[in-house]
């Protein structure tokens, strides 16, 4: 994380005492030198997974930060392809990388878009949502959809329980809800706040048709489940 090209430790710590929007404009510039950003192999595997599952027109990014699944958009869409964040600074990198995407500022929560994409995708954006703002954002990704529209997103295996990866992220939450209990203004970034059961019940509460396709490319854990799978949530 502290690269040379990457944020350093003080920049860090103001971007998490920050809301989260002044957060991801400061760390903007850094972004894409430090582990937040979805990497190249899991953006690459689920292009690959959504070759098979469409053709696909237009394509919406939802919290496109940086803009890199953008590039996933492109691989599968043949028309327009759009990224909606509401990070003036991310979205200024975005421009940068992509000049020919249509880039809007907004909130996820109130997207601006009547029903004109056949492809929603989004990338390491939902630690952001607490479990009520979810069914907010699903219903908005519903309404922006095509009839036959398809919401995916890449959903990880959860860590062995005891694992080192399971005592990080649950560290990692336990403090964020202490600082945000004694500090404002909040932000909003939990990493054990989005299970498989509960999304597939808000997706479907949304109006969505819910399936699950394994990143065959990521491989399978010791007990033959994938280690990623593709959420694909259709609209009727």
């Avoid at 899991?42 to 696909?56: D, I, M, Y």
């Avoid at 990224?83 to 990198?93: A, E, I, Q, Y």
């Avoid at 890449?154 to 600082?179: E, K, N, Q």
Wanted: hydrophobic fraction near 40%; proline fraction near 8%.
């Amino acid at each position: 994380m502290f690269t040379p090209q990457g944020p350093s430790l003080r920049e860090l710590t103001v971007q998490a005492l920050s809301s989260v929007e002044h957060g991801y404009d400061l760390l903007a510039d850094k972004f894409d030198a430090t582990p937040f950003r979805t990497s190249d192999r899991l953006l690459t595997a689920v292009g690959r997974t959504l070759e098979t599952l469409g053709p696909f027109d237009t394509g919406l990014d939802v919290c496109c930060g940086t803009g890199a699944g953008l590039d996933v958009l492109r691989s599968v869409c043949a028309g327009r392809i759009t990224g909606v964040d509401f990070s003036t600074g991310m979205l200024t990198r975005a421009r940068e990388a992509h000049p020919t995407a249509d880039l809007v500022r907004a909130d996820a929560l109130a997207l601006p878009f009547g029903p004109v994409f056949d492809l929603a995708v989004s990338f390491g954006a939902f630690g952001h949502f607490l479990p009520a703002a979810q069914r907010t954002l699903f219903a908005q990704v519903h309404a922006s959809l095509r009839p036959g529209g398809t919401f995916a997103f890449p959903l990880p295996a959860p860590p062995p329980v005891g694992s080192r990866l399971y005592w990080i992220l649950w560290g990692f939450d336990a403090a964020m809800r202490v600082r945000n209990t004694v500090w404002r203004p909040p932000f909003v970034m939990y990493y054990r706040t989005f299970r498989l059961p509960d999304v597939r019940a808000r997706l479907e509460e949304a109006g969505f048709h819910v399936s699950l396709t394994p990143v065959e490319t990521l491989g399978r854990r010791d007990d033959g489940s994938p280690h990623c799978r593709l959420v694909v949530a259709r609209k009727g």
